[in-house]
């Protein structure tokens, strides 16, 4: 059973900060992880999604990375703004039913 | 485009009565849709698959004679809460796919019910 993880569970920040999500999964036979956003009492934003295939992807001041090997993957969000805060979710595709397997998040402040 | 509408986005109930959330893909045939639920502080668990045509695929724990899926066109899913308790309240969230393994889900703006 694939399970994904997201330590720490909060992180705040002053703005400007460059910083790292950090985001693990059990069974590293995925198709794609992808990253999103969540803003209180909202739905998902799709933020970056990786094939099983690809090392990274970029989106403006977001790079994620992911190593299927290990079962890992980070999302770097370069010059931290207080819009950026939110909750991050990392979420796996796998498994025969392509099942969409999520953490809990990572709820971000951003200080200005 | 990958636009997938879901409605009500809020919705409040008195316990006992049921409610019925939509979840339609705007501009692709989606197959395959999935329902999510969310509850305060903690990440979505999936609940159901279903595929157009055929009856959903529940997860485990999860009632089937409680919520109801129906999935009749390949642009329109339904979710029916049944009986709806106040521990039934949550975020429900819906996702849809064109189907096929390893495609991504587009995922709905989610619907709150508060059950009193």
């Known amino acids: 059973k694939q399970e994904v993880t997201q330590i720490p569970a909060a992180l705040s920040v002053p703005e400007g900060e460059n910083l790292v999500l950090n985001c693990s999964f059990t069974?590293?036979?995925?198709?794609?992880l992808q990253w999103f956003r969540q803003d209180p009492g909202k739905g998902l934003t799709s933020l970056l999604l990786i094939q099983s295939s690809q090392r990274e992807q970029t989106s403006g001041r977001l790079n994620a990375s992911l190593d299927k090997s290990s079962g890992r993957s980070t999302l770097y969000i370069a010059a931290s703004q207080p819009g950026d805060s939110a909750t991050y979710l990392c979420a796996v595709l796998s498994g025969a039913n392509s099942k969409l397997t999520f953490g809990k998040g990572i709820t971000l402040s951003v200080r200005p | 485009g990958a636009v997938v509408s879901q409605h009500p986005s809020r919705v409040i109930c008195k316990s006992g009565t049921s409610v019925k959330i939509e979840c339609r893909s705007l501009?692709?045939?989606?197959?395959?849709m999935f329902w999510y639920r969310q509850f305060p502080k903690q990440s979505l668990m999936l609940m159901a698959t279903s595929n157009e045509g055929s009856k959903a695929t529940y997860e485990q724990g999860v009632e089937k004679d409680k919520f109801l899926i129906n999935h009749a066109s390949l642009t329109l899913s339904t979710l029916t809460v049944t009986s709806a308790h106040p521990e039934d309240s949550s975020f429900y969230i819906c996702s849809a796919s064109p189907g096929g393994q390893g495609i991504e889900q587009y995922f709905g703006p989610g619907t709150r019910l508060t059950v009193t």
């Open positions: 069974d590293s036979a995925i198709y794609n």
């Open positions: 501009d692709f045939q989606a197959t395959t």
